[in-house]
């Protein structure tokens, strides 16, 4: 049976740090990523990454602020969150899917975490 279990979500102050953690079982796959969804709105793409880690993606708005890294032997994947801003509150969710190429779109996962809440206060 296939299962991601993410970790590490929390509530930080604006500017601090934040590592998630996500564990997949069940299977291998080629490419993992965290999405996010704020309350009221649409799921957003966040980052991905290969599962050799050497290739990522990352939307705009988390660039230069987040790290998305993989650990393939133990079919993990985290995110380093960074100078963290209010509007980074949501829960955040892994994803995986078992082509190679990192992809934004929220359709093209084959499975999915129950997600970790995040709260970045101001």
């Known amino acids: 049976q296939v299962q991601l279990v993410e970790s590490g979500g929390g509530l930080v102050q604006a500017g601090g740090s934040l590592n998630l953690s996500c564990t997949a079982t069940?299977?291998?796959?080629?490419?993992m990523a965290w999405f996010r969804q704020a309350p009221g709105k649409e799921p957003e793409f966040v980052g991905a990454?290969?599962?050799?880690?050497?290739?990522?993606l990352y939307a705009n708005a988390v660039k230069g602020r987040f790290i998305i890294s993989r650990d393939k032997d133990k079919n993990m994947v985290f995110l380093q969150m960074n100078s963290l801003k209010p509007e980074d509150t949501a829960t955040y969710h892994c994803a995986a899917r078992d082509s190679w190429v990192a992809s934004p779109r929220q359709d093209e996962y084959d499975a999915w975490g129950p997600g970790t809440q995040v709260t970045v206060s101001s």
């Open positions: 990454v290969s599962r050799s880690g050497g290739a990522t």
């Open positions: 069940g299977r291998y796959f080629s490419t």
